[in-house]
């Protein structure tokens, strides 16, 4: 509250500085400029409808601006920040000064503002009464009646720009450049604080208007339709960071210390508020329904624990896949974006800690959110060696923990298994694994692709070239009936790190009923195991394991699967491209070395439905 009362007071102090016209603590909102008289009159209208106190006033442009008002100074602000937080107006209004404008032209005469309070010409209506068109547009959806055709035939062409040479600007170039020479070093920091608050300014706040400034003073002044000198006049400079004041009192900035997380930043607050601490996390929910949330990073760690972290929040639900990432030795940056969100998070190691933060939001408040993002950033300051839970291990198991504490991993529509068939990371898997994907990841990371499909299966290549800690060998034998088999897959999907074992027996070469190439299996498998390899006590691979199949009304006993052969496996790569390695063992391996055999080539298929 104190933060935002001080805005105001700001705001207001800006506006004592202006000449004595100006100084009746009158302001205006423009919400739209046209360059036409007709169409600025349609657009008035259809503001007014929603808006009595809607104005239209002649620029020193020659065009058309729709303006509400007259407000007091703070009641201007205030006005501004609740039509734009409500979306009534559009994002790029601002506060307006009478000396910007030359005659009105809305309302009618009978109802126009006293010429005593703006001192300006009224501009005769074109017609009698004013209807909407159908214009694309329009911010407001109003029904109005058809214009009269024949009534527009009358119009006559808009009024010429005014000349200069009737209406001076309040300021000549001399009288601005005088004016700015005389302002004091926080006052030419504002300035550059306010353009680069609005995207016109990169450089330093340093007070000095070199190249850089006066390019991007120069560029505000073309977007409000002002001639580009360069230099502003003490009226733009007034609107200028007006404006800039305006937002940040929306807002509601203010400097924050996190003494247990060792963070200091600047926090919107009108925007957020503080909901909990869970390391290594503190969590700032939305406010006033801003759509945005918070949560900043603290914990102990070197690179090590940067990558981790990196890793992990790419993950998240909060986080989607889509978007840009950066990864270096001392910081990180990612940015996920999708239909319905918009995050980043920032990081960085230093002083054996890694301290960041992530801002969730969603893709209508880009723009917005851009702004906050900056402004945090750049306040972020890493207090020292503090942070939270110091008794955390970089990935170790209780680390792990904690970050996914109180934030839900991204997760996807289903996971199957599948096993490596080649060097280069090719995975063999049933084809009902990744029909109407998305996308498809192996192991959570690494994106891949169908390159073939048939008979059930499906051949997965990788984006990126994989190094297999194990790969598939085909025992193209036939096995003998009671001949102990093992499956390995992710019975239960994404939830565990690792693939399981489980054990079964070798009951048929068929199917139920007689389809060649179908093992019959008595083994009870979950639907994660689909996919996975099917191995015999040589470690050898005999099939792969088929989802569960829909027999209508029957029941098949509990404990029954099914496996497409190896014969079907090999003849299904070869036509793909693929040359199947045959197995020359024999042997049957012991306990340990099968488990670790089946788990190497094992890999984690998961469908995405983004």
Not at 46 to 57: H, L, Q, R, V
Not at 59 to 87: D, K
Not at 97 to 126: N, R
Request: hydrophobic share 45%; charged share 20%.
């Amino acid at each position: 509250m104190q933060a935002a009362l001080r805005a105001v007071l700001c705001l207001v102090a800006v506006f004592l500085h202006l000449s004595p016209a100006q100084a009746q603590d009158q302001v205006w909102l423009q919400i739209e400029a046209q360059p036409t008289l007709e169409v600025a009159q349609e657009r008035a209208f259809a503001y007014s409808t929603a808006f009595p106190e809607t104005n239209g006033f002649q620029l020193r442009s020659g065009w058309y601006a729709i303006v509400l008002g007259p407000y007091s100074v703070a009641e201007g602000a205030a006005r501004l920040n609740f039509l734009r937080s409500e979306m009534m107006i559009p994002a790029d209004s601002y506060i307006a000064v009478a000396s910007d404008f030359t005659a009105q032209f809305w309302p009618q005469e009978s109802f126009a503002i006293d010429p005593g309070v703006t001192g300006l010409p009224l501009i005769e209506p074109d017609v009698e009464g004013v209807t909407i068109p159908d214009i694309d547009t329009a911010p407001l959806a109003l029904e109005t009646p058809e214009a009269d055709p024949e009534s527009l035939a009358t119009h006559e062409e808009p009024p010429a720009p005014i000349s200069p040479e009737i209406y001076e600007p309040e300021e000549t170039l001399a009288e601005a450049r005088a004016s700015e020479a005389a302002l004091s070093l926080e006052d030419r920091q504002l300035l550059q604080t306010a353009l680069q608050w609005f995207g016109y300014y990169s450089g330093g706040i340093d007070g000095a208007f070199g190249s850089g400034t006066r390019n991007s003073m120069a560029n505000w002044q073309a977007a409000m339709a002002i001639e580009p000198t360069g230099v502003l006049t003490s009226r733009q400079r007034a609107t200028l960071v007006a404006n800039y004041q305006a937002e940040v009192t929306e807002f509601g900035f203010a400097a924050v210390e996190e003494a247990e997380a060792g963070i200091q930043a600047t926090l919107p607050l009108a925007l957020v508020e503080f909901d909990r601490y869970q390391p290594p996390f503190v969590h700032y929910r939305a406010k006033n329904g801003s759509d945005l949330s918070l949560v900043l990073i603290s914990q102990p760690g070197d690179k090590a624990a940067l990558a981790g972290l990196y890793d992990i929040l790419q993950r998240l639900d909060a986080m989607p896949a889509t978007g840009a990432r950066e990864l270096t030795e001392k910081s990180f940056r990612i940015h996920g974006t999708s239909a319905s969100q918009d995050s980043h998070a920032w990081a960085q190691q230093s002083n054996s800690t890694v301290k960041g933060f992530m801002l969730v939001g969603t893709p209508e408040n880009a723009a917005r959110d851009a702004r906050l993002r900056e402004v945090l950033e750049a306040s972020f300051r890493s207090t020292g060696s503090t942070a939270l839970d110091p008794g955390m291990v970089a990935l170790s198991d209780s680390t792990r923990r904690g970050l996914l504490a109180g934030l839900e991993l991204r997760r996807p529509a289903f996971s199957r298994s599948g096993f490596y068939v080649d060097e280069t990371g090719s995975v063999l898997t049933s084809a009902a694994a990744v029909e109407a994907c998305s996308r498809i990841t192996l192991d959570h990371e690494t994106e891949a692709k169908v390159s073939a499909s048939a008979e059930g299966l499906a051949l997965l290549t990788p984006a990126t070239r994989l190094a297999p800690p194990a790969t598939a060998r085909f025992q193209t034998a036939p096995d003998r009936l009671g001949a102990e088999i093992a499956v390995a897959g992710y019975s239960y999907e994404d939830r565990l790190p690792a693939p399981v074992l489980t054990f079964g027996t070798f009951e048929a070469s068929e199917g139920l009923r007689g389809e060649a190439g179908i093992n019959r299996l008595a083994l009870t498998a979950l639907p994660g195991d689909a996919g996975g390899p099917v191995l015999d006590e040589s470690g050898a691979v005999t099939g792969l394991l088929l989802p569960e199949a829909s027999v209508g009304a029957q029941q098949l006993p509990a404990g029954t699967s099914f496996a497409a052969s190896a014969a079907t496996l090999t003849a299904f790569l070869q036509s793909a491209g693929v040359t199947p390695a045959q197995s020359e063992l024999t042997e049957r391996l012991a306990p340990v070395k099968l488990t670790e055999a089946a788990t190497g080539m094992t890999v984690l298929v998961s469908c995405w439905q983004d």
